[in-house]
C-alpha cells in the first residue's frame, strides 16, 4: 500500500526486490501502524519522494542476503525499524549519536516500508527479536516499545512518572516504568474510559483526562500524543527539578506559557529517532521482562482503516496489519 500525495493509500505493484551489499530482502509477515506513518498520510512529514510505500514496524523472514550483509541469514526472523540508515562516520555516528546524523534515512520515509509483502532493509540497522513474542506482539515493539524506552531514559530516574497519551508506546512504556518500580499517572483524550481502564490494568496509580491536575506532583512527563498545548500543562504538572519529554516526531506548536512553570530547574527535551544501542538495550529488556502489546489486526488492504482509527482515537493500544495473507 503506497502514499502518493492523495487522501488515503493505494495499492501497488513493484518488482521483487533485489538486495544490495549491505542489504536484506524480507518477506513481511506483520507491519505496525505507527503515529509517524499518520504523519506522513496528513502530510505533516513530506517524503522526498511519490509514490512510498509507510510502515517501520516490520517483522518478516529474511529471503535474501546481500553479499556484505554479515551475521543474517536466510530463513531468520528479523525486526526493522523507523531509522533505515547514517552515513556512520560523522561526529554524530562517532558519537553514539547516529539518531541525530544528518544523513539519516528513514523506513517508510526515505525507502519504501512495511506495508507490504516484501521489504528491503540495511542489515546494519535490522534489528533481532526476542524469543517470547510472536509476530504481533513484536511488530510494536519496533518503534513504539523503542522511542518509550529512550524517552523513558531521559525520564532519567523519576519514581513519579506521568505519560501523556497512553496509545501504542505509552502503555508500553507504563509497562517498561512499572516493572522498574516506579508510579505511573497516565493523562489520556478526555472521555476515553478504554485507554483508562487499559492504564490500570497494568498497574498504574492513576488515570485521567490530560486536562486533569496530576494528583501529585510528577519528577517526570513523558508526551506521546502530538499537541502542543500538553507541554505548558505537564510543565504545570511537575515537581521541582522535573523533566518534560517530547517523544514524538512532530507536534502541534507549543503556546506561550509564564516562567514560573518553569522556573526551579524544571526542563523540556525532545526525542529524536533512535539508535542501535537503543535497539539492543530494549530488546534485552523485553527479553527479561514480558511486556503486553495490547493490539488490534488489520489486513493489509484495509491499512486505510487502520490509519483512520488511528487518526480518530478508536484504538487501545497498538494497530497491526496482517501482511501474510497478501499473494
Request: charged share 20%; aromatic share 6%; glycine share 12%.
Amino acid at each position: 500500500m503506497a502514499f502518493d500525495g492523495g487522501p488515503s493509500l493505494r495499492p501497488i505493484e513493484l518488482p521483487l526486490p533485489r538486495p544490495g551489499p549491505h542489504e536484506l530482502v524480507m518477506r513481511v509477515h506483520v507491519c505496525g501502524v505507527c503515529r509517524t506513518d499518520l504523519h506522513v498520510v496528513d502530510g505533516d512529514l513530506r517524503p522526498p519522494t511519490l509514490p512510498i510505500v509507510p510502515g517501520h514496524e516490520i517483522v518478516g523472514t529474511v529471503i535474501a542476503v546481500g553479499s556484505q550483509a554479515d551475521g543474517w541469514r536466510v530463513g531468520e526472523r528479523v525486526g526493522a525499524a523507523w531509522m533505515r540508515s547514517t552515513c556512520l562516520h560523522c561526529r554524530w555516528c562517532d558519537s553514539g549519536r547516529e539518531n541525530l546524523c544528518a544523513d539519516a534515512r528513514f523506513n517508510g520515509l526515505h525507502a519504501h516500508g512495511g506495508y507490504a509483502t516484501h521489504a528491503v532493509v540495511d542489515a546494519r540497522f535490522a534489528v533481532p527479536l526476542p524469543d517470547g513474542y510472536d509476530d504481533v506482539q513484536a511488530a510494536p515493539l519496533l518503534c513504539a516499545g523503542l522511542i518509550g524506552y529512550r524517552a523513558l531514559r531521559a525520564a532519567g530516574d523519576a519514581a513519579r512518572l506521568g505519560i501523556y497519551g497512553f496509545g501504542a508506546a505509552g502503555h508500553l512504556v507504563a509497562q517498561m516504568a512499572i516493572a522498574e518500580g516506579r508510579s505511573v499517572y497516565a493523562f489520556t483524550r478526555a472521555g476515553d474510559s478504554d485507554a483508562q481502564a487499559l492504564a490500570r490494568r497494568l498497574g498504574a496509580a492513576w488515570a485521567g483526562a490530560s486536562d486533569a491536575p496530576a494528583p501529585e506532583p510528577l519528577d517526570a512527563a513523558i508526551l506521546f500524543a502530538p499537541v502542543g498545548t500538553l507541554v505548558p500543562k505537564a510543565l504545570g504538572d511537575l515537581a521541582p527539578g522535573g523533566t518534560v519529554v517530547c517523544g514524538g516526531i512532530h507536534m502541534s506548536d507549543v503556546p506561550a506559557f509564564p516562567y514560573r512553570i518553569l522556573w526551579q530547574e524544571r526542563s523540556i527535551r525532545s526525542i529524536a529517532n533512535l539508535t542501535r544501542a537503543d535497539a539492543r538495550g530494549f530488546m534485552a529488556l523485553a527479553a527479561r521482562t514480558p511486556i503486553r502489546c495490547e493490539t488490534r489486526v488489520f489486513a493489509l488492504a484495509a491499512a486505510n482503516d487502520a490509519l483512520d482509527a488511528l487518526r480518530c482515537g478508536r484504538l487501545t493500544g497498538a494497530a497491526v496489519l496482517d501482511c501474510s495473507r497478501a499473494p
